[in-house]
C-alpha cells in the first residue's frame, strides 16, 4: 500500500480538491505531508441524521418488555457465570427479531446450559419467553490479527504491536473536548501504554490509553484510544490493499433490521451486506462478557484480525458510524456501539 500511496504523489491537486470537496469514493493517495494538509474541522453533523441509510428500519423491529427482561435475566447470569468461573466458554445472547426467540450461542456444556437459561424466578410471561430460548452451539472468539497507512490516519486499516505479530484494525476517529484526537480499536487488542505501530511496521500510529477490558478494567466493555499521531473522519473502503475511502459524516445508534451494514478491517476488507439482529446483545469471550453490544449476520463476516474495524452504515458518498467490531463465530459476529464509546469517553465523533 506505501507502494501505492507514493506513486500517486503527482496527484498532490487532486487529492486536494477531493478533500476539500468530500468527493465520493476519494482516494487515499497522499504522503504523509499531503495527507497533513486534511487539517481540522469540527466534528459535528452536516447531516440530517434521518437521511441515514439504515433509518427506515427504526421501530419496525423491536422486542417485548417482556422479552427483554427475559434476556435481562438470562444475560446477568451468564456475566455472573464468567466473573465466578472464568472465561473457558464463550457466549453471545440475543433477541431474534426474526424469529421472536432468546438466542444463546456457547461452546459451555448443556449442564451450564441449562442452568443459565432456566425459567426459575422468572414471572409467568418471561418464563414462556426463556423457555423457548435457542441453542446454537459454536465458539466465540475476539477477533485478532489496510496494511500500510500514513497520517491522518484512516479508519479500517491494519494496527500491530510488533509488525507481523497479533494484528488488529482501526475504527474510526473521535476528538475530546478539548480538541484532541484519538483512533478507536478494540479494547482486547493492546494493554495501556503500549506503542502501536502500522501494520507493515513502517510508522508509530499512537499510544493506547483509556482501555475498557471486562478481565482487566471491570467495564462490559471491549474498546480502547490510540493518540498522539494525525487521525481522520475517513474509513477505508474496498479491498484489504485498498487506498480508497469515504468521509464520516454522522455517528449513531444501530438499528435492528438493517440489512446493509458494513465493516471495514485489514483481513477482510470492506465487507456489506450485515444485517442487525439485536442492539442489546450480551458476547462474552475469554476476556469477558461485553453488553451491550450489536449483534449482525450476514454477507462476509470480520475474520482475525478485523476486530476494532468500523461498523457502519454507508451510501455513495457517504458514512455512518454505528460502532466498532469486537467478536465473531459461528456465522455471527458483534459489535461495541458507537454510543457506549461516546458515553464512556466523553468524546465526538470526527467528520471526514
Known amino acids: 500500500m506505501l507502494v501505492t500511496k507514493r506513486a500517486l504523489i503527482g496527484a498532490v491537486v487532486a487529492a486536494t480538491v477531493v478533500f476539500a470537496g468530500l468527493g465520493a469514493g476519494a482516494a487515499q493517495a497522499a504522503p504523509d505531508a499531503d495527507k497533513a494538509k486534511e487539517g481540522d474541522r469540527a466534528a459535528t453533523a452536516r447531516v440530517d441524521a434521518s437521511l441515514a441509510p439504515d433509518r427506515l428500519a427504526k421501530g419496525k423491529v423491536t422486542a417485548s418488555s417482556t422479552a427483554t427482561a427475559a434476556l435481562a435475566a438470562i444475560q446477568k447470569r451468564i456475566a455472573a457465570y464468567v466473573a465466578k468461573n472464568g472465561t473457558a466458554y464463550s457466549f453471545g445472547s440475543y433477541f431474534d427479531a426474526g424469529t421472536g426467540r432468546i438466542v444463546v450461542e456457547t461452546d459451555a456444556p448443556d449442564a451450564v446450559v441449562s442452568s443459565l437459561t432456566s425459567t426459575a424466578g422468572l414471572n409467568a410471561a418471561q418464563a414462556q419467553v426463556a423457555g423457548l430460548t435457542q441453542v446454537k452451539r459454536t465458539a466465540i472468539d475476539d477477533a485478532f490479527s489496510r496494511r500500510d497507512d500514513v497520517p491522518n490516519f484512516y479508519g479500517g486499516g491494519g494496527i500491530t504491536q510488533t509488525a507481523g505479530v497479533a494484528w488488529c484494525s482501526s475504527g474510526f476517529t473521535v476528538q475530546n473536548g478539548a480538541g484532541t484526537r484519538f483512533m478507536v480499536t478494540a479494547g482486547h487488542c493492546f494493554a495501556n501504554g503500549v506503542t502501536v505501530l502500522t501494520e507493515s511496521g513502517n510508522r508509530t500510529y499512537g499510544t493506547v490509553s483509556n482501555r475498557r ?140
Not at 449513531?252 to 439482529?277: L, M, P, Q
Not at 456465522?331 to 457506549?340: K, R, V
Open 213 to 352: 477490558l471486562p478481565t482487566v478494567t471491570g467495564h462490559a466493555q471491549d474498546m480502547e484510544l490510540i493518540g498522539g499521531q494525525g487521525y481522520w473522519g475517513r474509513v477505508f473502503t474496498g479491498g484489504v490493499n485498498s487506498s480508497t475511502s469515504l468521509p464520516v459524516v454522522a455517528a449513531g445508534t444501530a438499528f435492528v433490521g438493517y440489512t446493509d451494514y458494513c465493516t471495514s478491517g485489514r483481513t477482510t476488507g470492506e465487507n456489506c451486506g450485515h444485517t442487525a439482529t439485536s442492539i442489546s446483545g450480551q458476547v462474552c469471550t475469554q476476556t469477558g462478557c461485553k453488553s451491550p453490544v450489536i449483534v449482525y449476520t450476514g454477507g462476509t463476516l470480520p475474520q482475525g484480525g478485523d476486530s476494532g474495524g468500523a461498523f457502519y452504515a454507508k451510501d455513495a458518498s457517504s458514512i455512518w458510524i454505528r460502532g466498532h467490531h469486537i467478536a465473531g463465530g459461528g456465522g455471527t459476529s458483534y459489535a461495541t456501539p458507537w454510543l457506549e464509546t461516546q458515553a464512556a469517553y466523553g468524546v465526538s465523533i470526527v467528520l471526514g
